[in-house]
């Protein structure tokens, strides 16, 4: 499923302090893909919502 053009992956997640938090892919579903940089911004929901 990683691999379908197009598709976006999703999940949930509960993280209880606002942020930017950094990390890396760790799959290996093409050349050089699990060294692929992530970064996960979590905002509060009157932010989100605006």
């Known amino acids: ?3 379908v053009p197009g598709r976006l992956n ?3 997640v509960k ?3 606002t ?3 950094y990390g890396q892919c ?3 579903c093409g050349a050089n ?3 692929m940089p ?3 911004e979590v905002v509060n929901l009157k932010t989100y919502n605006t």
């Open 1 to 3: 499923m990683d691999a």
């Open 10 to 12: 999703q999940m949930f």
């Open 15 to 17: 993280i209880d302090r």
């Open 19 to 21: 942020g930017i938090f």
């Open 26 to 28: 760790r799959e290996i």
């Open 33 to 35: 893909h699990r060294f």
């Open 38 to 40: 992530i970064t996960i």
